[in-house]
Protein backbone atom coordinates (compact mmCIF):
# COMPACT_ATOMS: atom_id res chain seq x y z
CA UNK A 1 0.00 0.00 0.00
CA UNK A 2 2.82 2.56 1.10
CA UNK A 3 4.33 2.09 -2.66
CA UNK A 4 1.28 2.43 -4.44
CA UNK A 5 0.40 5.69 -2.38
CA UNK A 6 4.24 7.22 -3.29
CA UNK A 7 3.80 6.30 -6.88
CA UNK A 8 0.01 7.73 -6.96
CA UNK A 9 1.79 10.71 -4.82
CA UNK A 10 3.94 11.60 -7.09
CA UNK A 11 2.04 11.20 -9.95
CA UNK A 12 0.09 13.93 -8.71
CA UNK A 13 3.09 15.77 -7.40
CA UNK A 14 4.52 15.87 -10.89
CA UNK A 15 1.01 16.75 -12.69
CA UNK A 16 0.56 19.67 -10.70
CA UNK A 17 4.50 20.64 -11.54
CA UNK A 18 3.97 20.81 -15.27
CA UNK A 19 0.20 22.73 -14.73
CA UNK A 20 1.95 25.23 -12.55
CA UNK A 21 4.39 25.59 -15.33
CA UNK A 22 2.27 26.97 -17.66
CA UNK A 23 -0.86 28.34 -15.77
CA UNK A 24 0.90 31.65 -14.68
CA UNK A 25 2.76 32.21 -18.23
CA UNK A 26 -0.94 31.85 -19.90
CA UNK A 27 -2.25 35.71 -19.65
CA UNK A 28 1.30 37.42 -20.23
CA UNK A 29 1.67 34.94 -23.57
CA UNK A 30 -1.70 35.54 -24.75
CA UNK A 31 -1.40 38.97 -24.18
CA UNK A 32 2.14 39.11 -26.50
CA UNK A 33 -0.22 37.43 -29.51
CA UNK A 34 -2.66 40.34 -29.16
CA UNK A 35 -5.04 38.49 -27.30
CA UNK A 36 -7.90 40.58 -25.74
CA UNK A 37 -8.62 40.31 -22.05
CA UNK A 38 -12.24 39.19 -22.61
CA UNK A 39 -10.69 36.09 -24.43
CA UNK A 40 -7.70 35.65 -21.72
CA UNK A 41 -11.06 35.66 -19.66
CA UNK A 42 -11.85 32.76 -21.55
CA UNK A 43 -8.89 31.38 -22.03
CA UNK A 44 -8.80 30.75 -18.01
CA UNK A 45 -12.41 30.15 -17.35
CA UNK A 46 -12.35 27.66 -19.85
CA UNK A 47 -10.38 25.60 -18.04
CA UNK A 48 -11.92 25.42 -14.85
CA UNK A 49 -15.55 24.92 -16.73
CA UNK A 50 -14.45 21.67 -18.49
CA UNK A 51 -13.13 20.51 -15.24
CA UNK A 52 -16.46 21.09 -13.80
CA UNK A 53 -18.46 19.38 -16.21
CA UNK A 54 -16.03 16.41 -16.53
CA UNK A 55 -14.60 15.73 -13.20
CA UNK A 56 -17.69 13.30 -11.94
CA UNK A 57 -17.76 11.38 -15.86
CA UNK A 58 -14.64 10.73 -15.25
CA UNK A 59 -15.00 9.38 -11.50
CA UNK A 60 -18.01 7.48 -12.89
CA UNK A 61 -16.25 5.75 -15.58
CA UNK A 62 -13.27 4.44 -13.05
CA UNK A 63 -15.72 2.58 -11.13
CA UNK A 64 -16.85 0.62 -14.32
CA UNK A 65 -13.54 -0.03 -16.28
CA UNK A 66 -10.90 1.00 -13.57
CA UNK A 67 -8.44 3.61 -11.91
CA UNK A 68 -5.97 3.21 -13.78
CA UNK A 69 -6.86 3.68 -17.61
CA UNK A 70 -8.47 6.65 -16.69
CA UNK A 71 -5.34 7.81 -15.00
CA UNK A 72 -3.21 7.21 -18.09
CA UNK A 73 -5.76 8.73 -19.90
CA UNK A 74 -5.82 11.59 -18.28
CA UNK A 75 -1.62 12.16 -18.20
CA UNK A 76 -1.75 11.41 -21.71
CA UNK A 77 -4.44 13.84 -22.72
CA UNK A 78 -2.60 16.85 -20.74
CA UNK A 79 1.00 15.89 -22.35
CA UNK A 80 -0.88 16.61 -25.43
CA UNK A 81 -2.19 19.77 -24.08
CA UNK A 82 1.25 20.85 -23.21
CA UNK A 83 2.78 20.01 -26.53
CA UNK A 84 -0.34 22.28 -28.17
CA UNK A 85 0.81 25.46 -25.97
CA UNK A 86 4.42 25.11 -26.43
CA UNK A 87 2.99 25.29 -30.56
CA UNK A 88 0.37 27.58 -29.65
CA UNK A 89 0.70 31.29 -32.09
CA UNK A 90 -3.18 32.29 -31.23
CA UNK A 91 -6.06 32.47 -29.80
CA UNK A 92 -7.64 29.02 -30.79
CA UNK A 93 -4.65 27.20 -30.56
CA UNK A 94 -4.37 28.23 -26.92
CA UNK A 95 -7.94 27.51 -25.87
CA UNK A 96 -7.89 24.04 -27.51
CA UNK A 97 -4.88 23.34 -25.12
CA UNK A 98 -6.99 24.61 -22.47
CA UNK A 99 -9.78 22.55 -23.24
CA UNK A 100 -7.86 19.58 -23.34
CA UNK A 101 -5.90 20.30 -20.34
CA UNK A 102 -9.21 21.05 -18.31
CA UNK A 103 -10.79 17.95 -19.75
CA UNK A 104 -7.96 15.97 -18.97
CA UNK A 105 -6.93 17.32 -15.66
CA UNK A 106 -10.27 16.06 -14.08
CA UNK A 107 -8.89 12.82 -13.06
CA UNK A 108 -8.06 14.32 -9.47
CA UNK A 109 -11.08 12.80 -8.23
CA UNK A 110 -10.02 9.22 -9.93
CA UNK A 111 -6.69 9.51 -8.03
CA UNK A 112 -8.46 9.97 -4.42
CA UNK A 113 -10.52 7.46 -5.24
CA UNK A 114 -7.21 5.10 -6.38
CA UNK A 115 -5.96 5.86 -2.37
CA UNK A 116 -9.20 5.57 -0.99
CA UNK A 117 -9.07 1.33 -2.60
CA UNK A 118 -6.27 0.98 -1.15
CA UNK A 119 -6.30 2.97 2.39
CA UNK A 120 -8.14 0.95 5.46
CA UNK A 121 -11.10 3.92 6.32
CA UNK A 122 -9.48 4.75 9.45
CA UNK A 123 -6.39 5.96 7.58
CA UNK A 124 -8.26 8.07 4.12
CA UNK A 125 -7.82 11.56 6.02
CA UNK A 126 -4.16 10.93 6.43
CA UNK A 127 -3.96 9.34 3.13
CA UNK A 128 -5.92 12.45 1.67
CA UNK A 129 -3.91 14.54 3.39
CA UNK A 130 -0.41 13.15 1.53
CA UNK A 131 -2.10 13.69 -1.54
CA UNK A 132 -3.56 17.08 -1.00
CA UNK A 133 0.05 17.50 0.27
CA UNK A 134 1.56 17.02 -3.63
CA UNK A 135 -0.86 19.28 -5.22
CA UNK A 136 0.45 22.04 -2.70
CA UNK A 137 4.10 21.37 -3.50
CA UNK A 138 3.32 21.12 -6.98
CA UNK A 139 1.47 24.12 -7.16
CA UNK A 140 4.71 25.96 -5.22
CA UNK A 141 7.49 24.39 -7.69
CA UNK A 142 5.57 24.26 -10.49
CA UNK A 143 5.04 28.42 -11.32
CA UNK A 144 9.42 28.95 -9.64
CA UNK A 145 10.16 26.57 -13.07
CA UNK A 146 7.87 28.30 -15.25
CA UNK A 147 8.95 31.93 -14.35
CA UNK A 148 12.87 30.77 -15.64
CA UNK A 149 11.32 28.85 -18.50
CA UNK A 150 9.11 32.00 -19.75
CA UNK A 151 12.63 33.96 -20.38
CA UNK A 152 13.26 31.18 -22.90
CA UNK A 153 9.73 31.73 -24.47
CA UNK A 154 6.46 30.19 -24.02
CA UNK A 155 7.56 27.15 -25.79
CA UNK A 156 10.12 25.98 -22.82
CA UNK A 157 7.86 26.26 -20.77
CA UNK A 158 4.85 23.84 -22.73
CA UNK A 159 8.05 21.09 -24.38
CA UNK A 160 9.50 20.82 -20.45
CA UNK A 161 5.68 20.55 -19.49
CA UNK A 162 4.74 17.83 -21.67
CA UNK A 163 7.94 16.07 -21.10
CA UNK A 164 7.35 16.10 -17.44
CA UNK A 165 3.52 15.14 -18.08
CA UNK A 166 4.67 12.57 -20.57
CA UNK A 167 6.80 10.69 -18.13
CA UNK A 168 4.31 10.57 -15.53
CA UNK A 169 2.22 8.34 -17.95
CA UNK A 170 4.84 6.31 -18.49
CA UNK A 171 6.21 5.91 -15.23
CA UNK A 172 2.30 5.27 -14.14
CA UNK A 173 1.69 2.68 -17.07
CA UNK A 174 4.98 0.95 -15.84
CA UNK A 175 4.63 0.87 -12.23
CA UNK A 176 1.10 1.62 -10.94
CA UNK A 177 -1.33 -1.54 -11.01
CA UNK A 178 -5.32 -1.60 -10.82
CA UNK A 179 -6.36 -1.13 -6.93
CA UNK A 180 -7.22 -4.70 -5.89
CA UNK A 181 -10.36 -3.64 -3.77
CA UNK A 182 -11.56 -2.27 -7.30
CA UNK A 183 -11.27 -5.22 -9.31
CA UNK A 184 -13.83 -6.84 -6.97
CA UNK A 185 -16.45 -3.88 -6.33
CA UNK A 186 -17.00 -2.77 -10.06
CA UNK A 187 -20.17 -0.89 -10.18
CA UNK A 188 -22.46 1.02 -13.02
CA UNK A 189 -24.34 2.41 -10.24
CA UNK A 190 -25.09 5.98 -9.45
CA UNK A 191 -24.03 7.50 -6.24
CA UNK A 192 -27.00 8.64 -4.02
CA UNK A 193 -26.68 12.74 -3.18
CA UNK A 194 -28.46 12.88 -0.25
CA UNK A 195 -25.64 10.84 1.97
CA UNK A 196 -22.89 13.25 0.86
CA UNK A 197 -25.14 16.54 -0.03
CA UNK A 198 -23.91 18.12 3.81
CA UNK A 199 -20.05 17.79 2.30
CA UNK A 200 -20.37 18.51 -0.97
CA UNK A 201 -22.34 21.86 0.06
CA UNK A 202 -19.13 22.31 2.93
CA UNK A 203 -16.95 21.50 0.02
CA UNK A 204 -18.52 24.86 -2.33
CA UNK A 205 -18.96 27.34 0.11
CA UNK A 206 -15.16 26.68 1.89
CA UNK A 207 -13.50 26.43 -1.78
CA UNK A 208 -16.09 29.65 -2.52
CA UNK A 209 -14.17 30.94 0.49
CA UNK A 210 -10.29 30.27 0.13
CA UNK A 211 -10.63 31.78 -3.49
CA UNK A 212 -11.49 35.02 -2.92
CA UNK A 213 -8.54 35.43 -2.32
CA UNK A 214 -7.15 34.45 -5.40
CA UNK A 215 -8.57 38.27 -6.69
CA UNK A 216 -8.76 40.53 -3.38
CA UNK A 217 -5.42 39.85 -1.79
CA UNK A 218 -3.12 40.80 -4.78
CA UNK A 219 -4.63 44.07 -5.43
CA UNK A 220 -5.07 44.60 -1.23
CA UNK A 221 -1.55 44.02 -1.07
CA UNK A 222 -0.63 46.12 -4.31
CA UNK A 223 -2.79 48.86 -3.19
CA UNK A 224 -2.74 48.94 0.10
CA UNK A 225 0.69 47.38 1.83
CA UNK A 226 2.13 48.47 -1.78
CA UNK A 227 3.85 45.17 -2.28
CA UNK A 228 5.77 44.03 -5.73
CA UNK A 229 4.63 41.49 -7.58
CA UNK A 230 7.85 39.66 -6.26
CA UNK A 231 6.65 39.91 -2.64
CA UNK A 232 2.85 38.63 -3.42
CA UNK A 233 4.15 35.63 -5.40
CA UNK A 234 6.19 34.72 -1.71
CA UNK A 235 2.54 34.92 0.11
CA UNK A 236 0.74 32.32 -2.49
CA UNK A 237 3.72 30.00 -1.69
CA UNK A 238 3.90 30.79 2.18
CA UNK A 239 0.42 29.33 2.24
CA UNK A 240 1.67 26.79 -0.13
CA UNK A 241 4.24 25.46 2.44
CA UNK A 242 1.58 25.81 5.21
CA UNK A 243 -0.99 23.75 3.26
CA UNK A 244 2.07 21.20 2.56
CA UNK A 245 3.11 21.19 6.07
CA UNK A 246 -0.48 20.53 7.42
CA UNK A 247 -1.62 17.98 5.02
CA UNK A 248 1.74 16.11 4.69
CA UNK A 249 2.10 15.63 8.64
CA UNK A 250 -0.70 16.94 11.00
CA UNK A 251 -3.92 15.90 9.39
CA UNK A 252 -3.01 12.07 9.71
CA UNK A 253 -2.21 12.78 13.13
CA UNK A 254 -5.51 14.86 14.21
CA UNK A 255 -8.32 12.79 12.24
CA UNK A 256 -8.43 9.22 14.02
CA UNK A 257 -8.37 11.40 17.88
CA UNK A 258 -10.80 14.14 16.99
CA UNK A 259 -12.83 12.59 13.65
CA UNK A 260 -13.18 13.78 9.94
CA UNK A 261 -16.42 16.00 10.55
CA UNK A 262 -14.90 17.83 13.80
CA UNK A 263 -11.28 18.41 12.17
CA UNK A 264 -13.32 19.78 9.20
CA UNK A 265 -15.10 22.03 11.69
CA UNK A 266 -12.24 23.42 12.78
CA UNK A 267 -10.54 23.90 10.06
CA UNK A 268 -13.56 26.12 8.47
CA UNK A 269 -13.50 28.54 11.56
CA UNK A 270 -9.86 28.48 11.04
CA UNK A 271 -10.72 29.92 7.38
CA UNK A 272 -13.27 32.38 9.17
CA UNK A 273 -10.36 33.59 11.22
CA UNK A 274 -8.07 33.97 8.49
CA UNK A 275 -10.25 35.77 6.30
CA UNK A 276 -11.47 38.20 8.55
CA UNK A 277 -8.16 39.50 9.97
CA UNK A 278 -7.13 39.97 6.44
CA UNK A 279 -9.10 43.36 5.65
CA UNK A 280 -7.12 44.73 9.00
CA UNK A 281 -3.60 44.31 8.10
CA UNK A 282 -1.91 47.19 8.70
CA UNK A 283 1.80 45.50 7.81
CA UNK A 284 3.22 42.36 6.08
CA UNK A 285 3.51 40.20 9.86
CA UNK A 286 -0.19 40.61 10.18
CA UNK A 287 -1.02 39.48 6.37
CA UNK A 288 1.36 36.25 6.80
CA UNK A 289 -0.50 35.33 10.13
CA UNK A 290 -3.92 35.66 8.25
CA UNK A 291 -2.72 33.54 5.82
CA UNK A 292 -1.50 30.94 7.82
CA UNK A 293 -5.02 30.64 9.24
CA UNK A 294 -6.53 30.69 6.27
CA UNK A 295 -3.90 27.85 4.61
CA UNK A 296 -4.11 25.81 8.19
CA UNK A 297 -7.75 25.64 8.03
CA UNK A 298 -8.33 24.89 4.34
CA UNK A 299 -5.75 22.74 4.20
CA UNK A 300 -7.32 20.60 7.32
CA UNK A 301 -10.77 20.73 5.80
CA UNK A 302 -10.70 19.77 2.73
CA UNK A 303 -8.87 16.15 3.02
CA UNK A 304 -11.23 15.54 6.33
CA UNK A 305 -14.19 16.03 4.35
CA UNK A 306 -12.81 13.82 1.68
CA UNK A 307 -11.98 10.99 3.57
CA UNK A 308 -15.77 11.27 5.28
CA UNK A 309 -17.33 11.17 2.00
CA UNK A 310 -15.13 8.13 1.15
CA UNK A 311 -15.64 6.31 4.22
CA UNK A 312 -19.55 6.76 4.00
CA UNK A 313 -19.59 6.02 0.59
CA UNK A 314 -19.26 1.89 -0.86
CA UNK A 315 -15.80 0.85 -2.28
CA UNK A 316 -18.17 0.56 -5.63
CA UNK A 317 -18.88 4.27 -6.12
CA UNK A 318 -15.69 5.54 -4.68
CA UNK A 319 -14.55 7.39 -7.86
CA UNK A 320 -18.40 8.81 -8.72
CA UNK A 321 -18.38 10.31 -5.24
CA UNK A 322 -15.10 11.91 -5.08
CA UNK A 323 -15.66 13.31 -8.79
CA UNK A 324 -18.38 15.04 -7.70
CA UNK A 325 -16.49 16.63 -4.56
CA UNK A 326 -14.00 17.50 -7.36
CA UNK A 327 -16.67 18.96 -9.06
CA UNK A 328 -17.82 21.39 -6.00
CA UNK A 329 -14.27 21.58 -5.70
CA UNK A 330 -14.40 23.66 -8.84
CA UNK A 331 -17.40 25.03 -8.84
CA UNK A 332 -15.87 27.32 -5.96
CA UNK A 333 -12.74 28.05 -7.74
CA UNK A 334 -15.48 29.77 -10.23
CA UNK A 335 -17.67 31.48 -7.84
CA UNK A 336 -15.62 32.69 -5.68
CA UNK A 337 -13.15 35.16 -7.54
CA UNK A 338 -16.62 36.36 -9.51
CA UNK A 339 -17.80 37.05 -6.27
CA UNK A 340 -14.26 38.78 -4.96
CA UNK A 341 -14.22 40.77 -8.19
CA UNK A 342 -17.70 42.14 -8.14
CA UNK A 343 -17.59 42.85 -4.63
CA UNK A 344 -14.29 44.54 -4.63
CA UNK A 345 -15.21 47.09 -7.63
CA UNK A 346 -19.07 47.79 -5.86
CA UNK A 347 -17.80 47.69 -2.33
CA UNK A 348 -14.41 48.38 -1.34
CA UNK A 349 -11.31 46.31 -0.82
CA UNK A 350 -12.85 44.39 3.07
CA UNK A 351 -15.95 43.42 1.28
CA UNK A 352 -14.55 39.70 -0.28
CA UNK A 353 -12.51 39.27 2.76
CA UNK A 354 -15.63 39.58 5.30
CA UNK A 355 -18.02 37.63 2.49
CA UNK A 356 -15.24 34.56 2.58
CA UNK A 357 -15.28 34.46 5.90
CA UNK A 358 -19.28 34.57 6.06
CA UNK A 359 -18.76 31.51 3.53
CA UNK A 360 -16.55 29.88 5.85
CA UNK A 361 -18.97 30.11 8.67
CA UNK A 362 -21.51 28.66 6.52
CA UNK A 363 -19.42 25.40 5.51
CA UNK A 364 -18.63 25.38 9.01
CA UNK A 365 -22.23 25.03 9.82
CA UNK A 366 -22.83 22.32 6.79
CA UNK A 367 -19.71 19.97 8.62
CA UNK A 368 -22.28 19.67 11.34
CA UNK A 369 -24.42 17.88 9.03
CA UNK A 370 -21.77 14.99 7.71
CA UNK A 371 -22.79 12.10 8.96
CA UNK A 372 -21.15 9.53 10.82
CA UNK A 373 -19.39 6.50 8.47
CA UNK A 374 -21.44 3.04 8.61
CA UNK A 375 -19.42 0.93 9.88
CA UNK A 376 -21.18 -1.91 7.81
CA UNK A 377 -20.65 -0.55 4.43
CA UNK A 378 -18.51 -2.09 1.91
CA UNK A 379 -16.06 1.03 1.65
CA UNK A 380 -14.70 -0.82 4.81
CA UNK A 381 -11.43 -2.52 4.04
CA UNK A 382 -11.91 -6.05 2.28
Known amino acids: MRRQLAVVFTIVFIDLVGFGIVLPLMPAFAASYGISPL????LITSFSVLQLIVSPLWGALSDRIGRRPVLLIGLAGSTLSYVLFAFAGGFWTLLASRVIAGSMGATV?????YVADITPPERRAQSMGILGAGFALGFILGPAIGGVLYTHGHSAAGFVAAALCGTNALAALLWLPETPRHLSHRSSQRVPIRPIAAPL???VLLMSAFAVIHVSLPIMAQEELKLSTQRIGILFAFSGVISAIVQGGLVGRIAPRVGEARLALVGAVLMALGLALMPGSAHVGHLYLAIGFLSMGSAASNPAILAAVSRMTAASLQGSALGLMQTGQNLGRIVGPLLAGALYG???????????????LAGAAATLFIPAPSRTTDAAPA
Request: charged share 5%.
Open 39 to 42: EIGV
Open 109 to 113: GVAQA
Open 201 to 203: AAT
Open 346 to 360: AVGHAAPFFAGAGLA
